[in-house]
Every structure is written in structure tokens, then in C-alpha cells.
């Protein structure tokens, strides 16, 4: 597309397709441009001159340049993409690390809860054990009148 366009362009400027545009309105009052003169019947209203001074030299400084930008441009933003990619899997990676230790943490709590738990329930039958209840004294009293 842009190569068309910049031929184009060229080919436009190329003293051998024009060097002069001449503006003119006719008798019914439209404009017309043309490399011709007008004809007698319609009022001259500008002559156009168009000066070439197309340096071929110049011209492929001017795409090597534009080439070698190009290039610049193109590999800027292979680096950036690929610098994206790997902040963007460093980020993975860290909230994959977060989540880990979000687990490890809920599996301690949960360790450090049961692990009082069964403490609990240890000292609650050392308890229990310790006291005679006073049900089984009852039973082996003698009974009185």
C-alpha cells in the first residue's frame, strides 16, 4: 500500500506527465483544470506551475533510511512484547507463590487447631479420670433406716 502510494506520488511529480495545471471556468460557470490551455470561450482564472526537481540519489538515502527505521521500529517491539510476556509470567508466577503459601498457612491454622483440640479432649479425661464421680460412691453406700 505504501509502496503504490509512494509510486504514485512519484510518478505525479515527473516533469514528463506535467509541469503546468491551469484553472478555468467556462461559460456556464463551472471550473475546470487541465495541462492544456483553455479554450477562447472560458475566462482564464489561474495558471499553475509545477516545478520537478526529483533527486533520485536523494530518494534512496531516503528509503534506506525509512528502511532502517522500519527495522528499529520492528525489533523495539518484538523486545517490548517480549518483555511483557515475561512480567506478565513473573506475575503468574508470584501470585502462584501467593496462593501456596495462602494454603500453607490455612493447613498450619487448621494443624495448630486440631493439635489443641485433641489437648482439649487430653486434659478433659485426665479431668475426668482424676474425679470419683459421685454416683458410683452412692451406689456402694449401705442403706439406712
Known sequence: MRK???LLLLLACNPAF???IQKWTDASGQIHYG???PPS???MKQHIEIYSNFDESAYQAAMKRNSALYKEVRQIEKREKSRA???EKRLDDYFKSLDKKSRDLERAK???RQSRESERNRASIKLRRSKPSKT???KHKP???
Do not use: G
Open 136 to 138: 458410683s460412691t452412692e
Open 4 to 6: 503504490t502510494t509512494l
Open 41 to 43: 470561450t472560458a475566462r
Open 18 to 20: 506535467s509541469d503546468s
Open 85 to 87: 510476556k515475561a512480567a
Open 143 to 145: 442403706f439406712q433406716l
Open 35 to 37: 495541462d492544456k490551455p
Open 110 to 112: 487448621a494443624k495448630k
